[in-house]
């Protein structure tokens, strides 16, 4: 049985930083290309960042880039999301997610969410 649990989220602040973390199990972990989702109320879960099985390729949305980092370690079935310099627009819920294509919207295997609140 494929899992994946996301940890770090909470209230952060304007300015701050959070990281999420993702663990895996249940798959092949190196197989995998991995991505960070997020959803806010009433709009639609949206990529953030994605990250290539070896970690060689990143891609991140428009509205992150420069202030959020996504990372892996396969040896510890782990993928992260450094988050910097929060706006209250990073406020939503964060979902991982894994998939064998390296997409931004098609993955096989999702993780719960968790919240993250930026405060101003």
């Known amino acids: 049985q494929v899992r994946l649990v996301e940890s770090g989220g909470g209230l952060g602040q304007a300015g701050g930083s959070l990281r999420l973390s993702c663990a895996a199990s249940?798959?092949?972990?190196?197989?995998?290309?991995m991505a960070w989702f997020r959803q806010a109320p009433g709009k639609e879960r949206d990529i953030v960042a994605r990250i290539s099985r070896s970690g060689t390729s990143v891609d991140y949305a428009d509205s992150v880039k420069g202030r959020f980092t996504i990372s892996r370690d396969n040896a510890a079935n782990m993928v992260y999301l450094q988050m910097n310099s929060l706006k209250p627009d990073d406020t939503a819920v964060y979902y991982c997610?894994?998939?064998?294509?390296?997409?931004?919207?098609?993955?096989?295997?999702w993780g719960q969410g968790i919240q993250v609140t930026v405060s101003s």
């Open positions: 997610a894994a998939g064998r294509a390296f997409t931004t919207t098609v993955y096989d295997y």
């Open positions: 249940g798959l092949i972990f190196s197989y995998y290309n």
